[in-house]
Nanobody
Framework: QVHLVESGGGLVQAGDSLRLSCVAS?????VGWFRQGPGKEREFVAG????????FYADSVKGRFTISRDTAEAPVFLQMDTLVPEATAIYSC????????????????WGQGIQVTVSS
């Protein structure tokens, strides 16, 4: 069993930055960040392998978001720069036993999610 807790969300203005954190208990897993905006389906944002050696991103956030982790036991961070109002969503981190996947069905454990609101 893996327990994940997100932190770092909040209200920011367009163009601002925000850093989300995901702390996972239990064994090290591959971690992904997903988001669900108002009236939208949950979508993949970024993922990283258990060792932190391979980050990967959705096309919509490439160049603006950075996912990182120092070790398999360390928190996973999502640095979000140049935020736009369309990034407003509940952001959730999830753990998977399979690396490099962006399908939410692959992820076995989920955090509660945290609200990010970007005002224009």
């Amino acid at each position: 069993q893996v327990h994940l807790v997100e932190s770092g969300g909040g209200l920011v203005q367009a163009g601002d930055s925000l850093r989300l954190s995901c702390v996972a208990s239990g064994r090290a897993y591959h971690v992904g960040w997903f988001r669900q905006g108002p009236g939208k389906e949950r979508e993949f944002v970024a993922g990283i392998t258990s060792t932190g050696s391979q980050p990967f991103y959705a096309d919509s956030v490439k160049g603006r978001f950075t996912i990182s982790r120092d070790t398999a036991e360390a928190p996973v961070f999502l640095q979000m720069d140049t935020l736009v109002p369309e990034a407003t969503a509940i952001y959730s981190c999830a753990a998977s036993k399979v690396p490099l996947k962006n399908q939410r069905q692959i992820y076995d454990y989920w955090g509660q999610g945290i609200q990010v609101t970007v005002s224009s």
